[in-house]
């Protein structure tokens, strides 16, 4: 069913119409406040975005003396900021609260990112991975701001062989930890074979007297010492080999060797000597490696890779360790995630990621008690991994809700997706949602389908939105397509069942990890379909056929010159009036991370293509919301402007609404009665009609007046001509002694 495009009142801000350009100013900003609750509980976090293989770090974020919390998730390159605050539902006690404002501060990371004091400054620096080893950004404080700072591209150091990069497999976690004691940084990483670990001593202290350099290619400050490190290397299976003296090794036999290692070193027994905690890319477990040595040279002895002993670390693949203090009670805790770059085989539950083991004891001689294995994503909207979100009234009562499609989980069937259904019990302009069921219509048990991508649309052409979506089978890893008659009448609760479910047979070259939506983007009354490839393009498919009876006609594989792009690929899109100028605009999200609309302009023919969308600290933004980005559009706040729902890789959803500076309110009776336009849209010329003599002013959408002073006589018509204005959205200020309002009229 095509979208129809009616004119409608503007009311303006008061002193201006548009003053800016939308190129200028923002058109969204992230709302944090829209309430969540699930099970009965108010989530703190709800709209933070999810966690899959996450990184915790610890810093100062917002100036006030508690260290906040830092989050860097491997599977979408994504950061997430919480600051320490007071826990409004439990006086005296503090949570993480999600702070959006501060992630844009942070540079790009890949792989992983450690946040450590070089240079002895107070203020933790920022380590992360480069295809060329380690790079290096420095934090900068200016009052009370703060940011960071390019500092060295590269880490180099002296090696057997004269000096080279300082290199770290990209699937490892380095430990950069003063390993001597000495009060600068060492770098400790296992070799490229997954074997030994190799220790980069920095020499700055004993060089300089001071912690502050990272050295240059010509004169670095990193040392090889030793041929390893430890006496020790990784041996078959979970094992190690223990006093190798740390010679040259036979390499020969069944020894795995593949690389992917996390490093955390820690005096975890009290006997002032640094313990390892190791994990491998081909284990389940934590493996804890006893220290017998202080200072420089480590000497491993013993391990388990029974840890901790109480409840011990089991994951399908990759466990890495992380030690923050973060229950508030001064004492590290001990955090375990799969730091993994994808589902490996599909066997990891991204729902429960992230273990919290409590410390019960100190710092230097703990005693780890499991409390949970969901830590901060109980209390955030997290299904998962690839959330992907769509908005309809399921219930007719006026609002919307919020049907989310699901990557899936790991269970007794398999590895199976599903719908969320989270329902606004708020108002349409106070929206609260809560989750209703994590099995909507029971799809999982009904189908074997993972990566749910859902949508709302007239797929049958009776007038009412049915429920489409998207799957791969989990048998014959093909897309499949099917959507779900909604037997309801208009606006009245959604009547769906899942056994009535009609398939829509696809183009024969749309493969799983494509991504479709179907639009009528030729205005004939049926369904054309848009897919996403997964190289990065765009292919627009016109419907030759009818309502229930689809065939489809590939009419571009670039569709809006969207052509392929290992940056961009894997897109996926929403279309709306974002900007309100009475045309349909394409909204995208891709790997790049962030979101881009394709506006002011007719159905494909946009040469408008805006980023900087999103309001951060006060300026248009792109910010980075994660990989595998699945946006959809809607107004969850009533005020007839289509705000943002975006559902990523990592599990969760960011919501966004709409801060465009037009007020709609619907067609008005008393502006109707007084005044009629047309034709709207316009296209040589418009006539406007009133039952009341006034004045007419017209205004382009940048506020810029086009005509002043238009004189009109109760009930006479008066034409206007519009044939060499361009294409868009004008107002029509109506005036006279006791009436002024304004009309919305598109020309084309």
């Known amino acids: 069913m095509r979208t129809k495009y009616t004119s409608c009142l503007f009311i303006l801000l008061y002193t201006t119409i548009l003053v800016q350009s939308r190129a200028q100013q923002a058109w969204f900003k992230l709302d944090t406040i829209a309430g969540v609750t699930s099970k009965g509980v108010k989530l703190v976090n709800p709209w933070a975005g999810g966690l899959n293989s996450s990184q915790f770090l610890k810093m100062h974020l917002n100036g006030d003396d508690t260290e906040d919390l830092v989050i860097y998730d491997r599977t979408n390159s994504k950061i997430t900021t919480l ?43 920022l380590f992360t991975s480069t295809p060329l080893g380690v790079t290096v950004y420095q934090q900068v404080k200016t009052g009370n701001s703060w940011s960071f700072v390019l500092k060295q591209e590269v880490l180099y150091t002296k090696g057997f062989s004269g000096n080279i990069n300082l290199q770290v497999s990209g699937t490892d976690i380095p430990g950069i930890v003063d390993v001597d004691d000495d009060g600068d940084l060492d770098l400790l990483a296992f070799d490229f074979s997954g074997t030994f670990i190799e220790l980069h001593q920095n020499l700055s202290m004993e060089k300089f007297g001071v912690p502050d350099s990272l050295g240059t290619q010509a004169n670095p400050v990193f040392q090889r010492n030793g041929d390893c490190w430890g ?43 640094k313990d390892l905690l190791a994990g491998h890319i081909s284990n389940e477990h934590i493996s804890f490696l006893t ?56 066997m990891t539950d991204f729902k429960s990621a992230a273990w919290l083991y409590h410390n019960a004891g100190t710092d230097t001689q703990t005693d780890f008690k499991l409390v949970q294995k969901n830590f901060l994503q109980d209390q955030m909207i997290d ?20 049907i989310v499609g699901t990557g899936g989980v790991p269970g007794t069937g398999g590895f199976k997706g599903s719908l969320w259904y989270l329902k606004n019990t708020g108002t349409p302009s106070g929206p609260v949602f809560n989750v209703e069921t994590e099995n909507y219509l029971n799809l999982s048990g009904s189908l074997a389908l993972y990566n749910i991508k859902p949508q709302w649309a007239d797929f049958n052409g009776d007038g009412v939105l049915d429920l489409g979506f ?20 208009p606006g009245a609760p959604a009547q769906l069942n899942i056994a009535d479910a009609v398939t829509i047979t696809l183009p024969a070259e749309l493969q799983a990890g494509d991504s479709p939506y179907f639009y009528d983007g030729d205005g004939d009354g049926d369904l054309d379909l848009l897919a996403g490839r997964v190289l990065g393009n765009i292919n627009y498919y016109i419907n030759t056929g009818v309502n229930k009876q689809y065939t489809f006609s590939l009419e571009t594989d670039a569709f809006a010159g969207v052509s392929v792009s290992f940056e961009g690929r894997l897109p996926q899109f929403s279309v709306a009036d974002f900007d309100l100028d009475g045309r349909p605009d394409l909204l995208t999200g891709d790997q790049t991370g962030t979101i881009r609309i394709f506006h002011s302009a007719d159905w494909g023919k946009w040469t408008e293509r805006e980023s900087l969308l999103v309001s951060v600290n006060a300026k248009a933004s792109a910010p980075v919301f994660g990989t595998y980005l699945a946006p959809t559009a809607g107004d969850y706040n009533g005020d007839q402007k289509p705000d943002i729902l975006i559902g990523s890789n990592a599990g969760g959803l960011r919501l966004l609404s709409n801060i465009l500076p037009v007020t709609v309110t619907g067609t008005e009776p008393v502006a109707d009665n007084i005044v009629k336009v047309y034709p709207n849209p316009a296209a040589d010329y418009l006539k406007v009609l009133s039952t009341k003599s006034g004045s007419v002013r017209i205004l382009n959408s940048s506020g810029r007046i086009l005509a002043h002073n238009i004189n009109l006589r109760a009930n006479v018509e008066r034409e206007i001509p519009t044939l060499k204005w361009p294409s868009g959205l004008y107002l029509l200020e109506f005036e006279n002694a006791t009436t002024k309002f304004v009309k919305k009229i598109v020309v084309r």
């Open 83 to 125: 600051v320490a605050a007071a826990d409004p539902a439990n006086p005296g006690k503090m949570v993480f609260v999600h702070a959006p404002a501060y992630e844009s501060v942070f540079p790009h990371a890949d792989n992983w990112m450690i946040l450590a004091d070089y240079n002895g400054d107070g203020l933790k620096d």
């Open 231 to 273: 006496n020790f290397n990784k041996g078959e299976g979970e094992g190690f080999v223990f006093g190798i003296g740390c010679g040259v090794v036979d390499n020969s036999g069944n020894r795995v060797m593949h690389a992917g290692n996390s490093i955390l070193l820690h005096d975890l027994n009290g006997d002032g000597k």
């Open 291 to 346: 220290n017998s040595e202080s200072g420089l040279i480590g000497n491993f002895t013993s391990y388990t890779n029974t840890y901790p002993t109480a409840d011990p670390v089991s994951m399908h693949i990759f466990p890495a360790a992380f030690m923050e203090d973060v229950d508030f009670d001064g004492v590290k805790d001990l955090l375990i995630t799969p730091t993994i770059p994808s589902n490996d085989l599909n």
């Open 383 to 402: 299904v998962g991994e690839n959330a992907a979100p769509a908005l309809f009234d399921v219930d007719g009562d006026g609002d919307l809700d919020m």
């Open 470 to 489: 998207a799957g791969t089978s989990t048998t014959g890893l093909k897309l499949e397509y099917r959507y779900i008659p909604n037997k309801a009448a």
